[in-house]
């Protein structure tokens, strides 16, 4: 069987862009959450986010004529930056369709979807609540509008472009577990022999009237304004909700015998992938937790993989009331008695959740785990939930040995997605 590994990675972050940066800010624990600062947020019941700080979207070089569209794109700048990263970081100066056939090049990538309904806004916002008639009149004085004509392809056509790309293009939008579902399907494209490279992964940006407005009326977001950095909480007793982030992840994947034929540096090997849907309630896990199990099972048999030989879970860890103990109770009942002596963390208390990008992001974050033997912190971390009863390395990231990790994805909607990644051991004929 084809085997696929990471030969390039590139990020956009609220605790740094570019991966030196992205593993420093891991290494350090530290919290890129702050107040926002794109618009005046302050007519939210949320004003705090994580925001990319050191990359200036508007100074990412983008072809003449993309520049008006960009311009108006925060997030498909964020993916092309990123992508321009991984792929220095796999070839150097060399185009990949130099190296590989056009035909044999795919690219895989998740975006947050623009689409809006504003009859729907004004019936739930400008029609209701005291609180959603506030927002409502913030988002109208908003630019935000501009945003809503944007293709959800926009990124993925400079991208493809420059890779000179012929193969399969694949945009998907299903939310918190694209990032994941993207590079997942990658894999199995390369795995399958429909392509022998790929670059894949995630970019999103909500941080707008329109997506924190959103997110507030649902609840679902941290109204701890006054903690900053604190308030993103995984597995704390109170914790109250998530908080918005942005940034893209990206990494080149190749069948493993061609990338060590060309002398690649290999950085991981992408084992295992496991996707499955809910089908219950758009905005809550199923009580069972059975699309969960079932998504982190199919990634285990993927990589034809005990759950045994897992050392480390980065958890979806959202720090919403429902998620945390369902991916928990989601957790044990695939690990059973090895749940007790896995590691898990979310680096969603530094980041916040980057949507679309969050499974891409998470993933360079196993990527760290692997290359630097060391675990990611779940920071803010204070009071455990009894509820949330594993070992979630709090707030301190930990030296340890790490040969096989787990990457779970569960976004609105139901959608589901669990990656294995492991370190590559090249295996002697």
């Known amino acids: 069987m084809r085997r696929v590994v990471v030969t390039g990675c590139g990020v956009a972050s609220p605790i740094g862009s570019g991966m030196d940066s992205f593993f420093a800010g891991l290494g ?17 019941p949320t004003h705090i986010a994580g925001e990319v ?20 794109d925060r997030k498909s700048s964020f993916g092309l930056a990123a992508a321009r990263e991984a792929r220095q970081n796999a070839f150097g100066e060399r185009a990949p369709n130099a190296v590989y056939p ?6 895989f990538v998740a975006t947050g979807l623009e ?12 029609d209701g609540s005291l609180e959603g008639r506030r927002i409502w009149a913030a988002i109208e004085r908003s630019p935000a ?14 991208i493809a472009s420059e890779w000179g790309a012929y193969g399969p293009v694949v945009v998907n939008v299903s939310a918190c577990a694209a990032g994941a579902q993207a590079i997942g399907e990658a894999m199995h494209a390369i795995r399958d022999g429909v392509v022998d490279v790929a670059i894949a992964g995630g970019y999103d940006s909500m941080i707008n009237p329109l997506g924190i407005g959103g997110f507030c009326m649902l609840e679902a977001m941290s109204k701890s304004n006054e903690l900053g950095g604190g308030a993103s909480r995984p ?7 998530f908080v918005l982030g942005e940034g893209a992840g990206m990494v080149v994947l190749e069948e493993a015998s061609g990338a060590l034929a060309r002398g690649a540096r290999v ?28 998504c982190i099972r199919a990634a285990l048999r993927d990589a034809a993989m005990e759950p045994t030989s897992i050392d480390y879970v980065n958890a979806h860890g959202t720090a919403t009331r429902k998620n945390d ?16 002596r896995l590691a898990v963390s979310s680096t969603k208390s530094q980041m916040g959740h980057l949507i679309g990008a969050a499974g891409a992001v998470e993933l360079l974050a196993t990527v760290f785990a692997l290359k630097e033997q060391v675990l990611p912190a779940t920071i803010n971390l204070e009071r455990p939930d009894p509820a949330c009863d594993l070992d979630y390395i709090p707030n301190v990231p930990r030296p340890a040995r790490v040969r096989a990790v787990l990457s779970n994805s569960f976004g609105f909607g139901g959608q589901n997605a669990a990656l294995v990644v492991r370190a590559f051991e090249r295996v002697e004929p």
């Open 325 to 340: 103990p369902a991916e928990t109770a989601a957790i044990r009942s695939v690990f059973g008695a090895h749940a007790d």
């Open 28 to 44: 350090d624990a530290r919290s890129g959450i702050d107040r926002v600062s794109l618009f005046d947020a302050d007519s939210f």
């Open 53 to 72: 700080r050191d990359l200036d979207p508007s100074a990412v070089p983008v072809p003449q004529r993309w520049r008006a569209a960009f311009a108006r």
């Open 235 to 241: 597995f704390d007793a109170h914790r109250d909700g």
């Open 145 to 158: 509008y501009a945003c809503m004509q944007i293709p959800s392809d926009l990124g993925v056509r400079v």
């Open 267 to 294: 950085l991981a090997e992408v084992a295992g992938y496991g996707s499955s849907l809910d089908a219950y309630r758009v905005s809550d896990p199923a009580p069972d937790q059975a699309g969960a199990i079932a």
């Open 102 to 107: 056009a035909r044999r090049i795919g690219v």
């Open 115 to 126: 689409v809006f309904h504003l009859e729907d806004l004004v019936r739930n916002f400008k």
